[in-house]
């Protein structure tokens, strides 16, 4: 029997003081709370068996990673898999204004929100992370593996891990800043996901979701 806990890490903060919605834009780093959490994620993982360790390209990604990577003189695999999902209003800053909806180049791209019309497509995210995993778990056989990725991708695999339906309600994502899910692989297939938010006092109390979550998958 093969077995190894693969753990999906949500970026830290990033420094956005403009509000725009950067998803896969370069440039954009960690805040000053955000360099935090990846210390006390760095602090967290310390009695962790990590063996492998893969990441996002993007820099708010490798910047929380890297505390973990030198905590445990690894090197970590820069993967494209998890990257950001693709959102074809990067770019843009949204208030919460309902007139900045109806705005004809954004309205035409809200028409279908169960595929996302807006961005790359939910049934797209989920096999190139599915896979992302399965070739950290093969990596890790027997030890722990850890990715560093973004809140779509993480839920997308959480939700097909489960056997969940992937239209969902955005706003209730479990998946705060600086969260852990955590995925038991055993012989290729998902037995088990975890859910902790080790950094959840560092967390803006509007991005803050249920503090843990435990279910078989």
């Given at each position: 029997?093969?077995k190894?806990i693969?753990?999906?890490?949500?970026?830290?903060?990033v420094?956005?003081?403009?509000?725009?919605?950067?998803?896969?834009?370069?440039?954009y780093?960690?805040?000053?709370?955000?360099?935090?959490?990846?210390?006390r994620?760095?602090?967290?993982?310390?009695g962790?068996d990590?063996v492998h360790?893969?990441?996002?390209?993007?820099?708010?990604?490798r910047?929380?990673?890297?505390?973990?990577?030198?905590?445990?003189q690894?090197e970590?695999?820069?993967?494209?898999?998890?990257i950001?999902a693709?959102?074809s209003l990067?770019?843009r800053v949204?208030?919460?204004?309902?007139?900045q909806?109806?705005?004809?180049?954004?309205?035409?791209?809200?028409?279908?929100?169960?595929?996302?019309?807006?961005?790359?497509?939910?049934?797209h995210?989920?096999?190139?992370?599915r896979?992302?995993i399965?070739?950290?778990?093969?990596?890790?056989?027997?030890?722990?593996a850890l990715?560093?990725?973004?809140?779509l991708?993480i839920?997308?695999?959480?939700?097909?891990?489960?056997?969940r339906p992937?239209v969902h309600?955005?706003?209730?994502?479990?998946?705060s800043?600086?969260?852990?899910?955590s995925?038991?692989?055993?012989?290729g297939?998902?037995?088990?996901?975890?859910?902790?938010?080790?950094?959840?006092?560092?967390?803006?109390?509007?991005?803050?979701?249920p503090?843990?979550?435990?279910?078989?998958?």
């Amino acid at each position: 029997m093969s077995k190894a806990i693969v753990h999906l890490l949500r970026h830290g903060q990033v420094d956005n003081p403009d509000g725009v919605l950067y998803e896969r834009l370069p440039g954009y780093h960690l805040s000053d709370i955000g360099r935090q959490m990846a210390q006390r994620l760095a602090e967290h993982t310390a009695g962790f068996d990590l063996v492998h360790l893969r990441v996002s390209p993007l820099e708010r990604a490798r910047e929380t990673l890297a505390p973990i990577a030198e905590q445990h003189q690894l090197e970590p695999v820069i993967d494209e898999r998890v990257i950001e999902a693709g959102n074809s209003l990067a770019g843009r800053v949204f208030t919460g204004k309902l007139t900045q909806l109806l705005q004809p180049a954004v309205l035409r791209r809200l028409y279908n929100p169960l595929r996302p019309s807006w961005g790359e497509a939910y049934k797209h995210i989920v096999p190139r992370m599915r896979a992302a995993i399965a070739d950290a778990a093969a990596a890790a056989e027997g030890h722990e593996a850890l990715i560093v990725s973004h809140q779509l991708p993480i839920w997308m695999a959480r939700l097909d891990a489960e056997g969940r339906p992937l239209v969902h309600d955005p706003r209730k994502r479990q998946c705060s800043l600086a969260s852990l899910t955590s995925f038991t692989v055993i012989d290729g297939r998902v037995a088990r996901v975890d859910y902790a938010e080790p950094a959840i006092d560092l967390v803006p109390a509007k991005n803050k979701n249920p503090k843990k979550f435990v279910a078989g998958a």
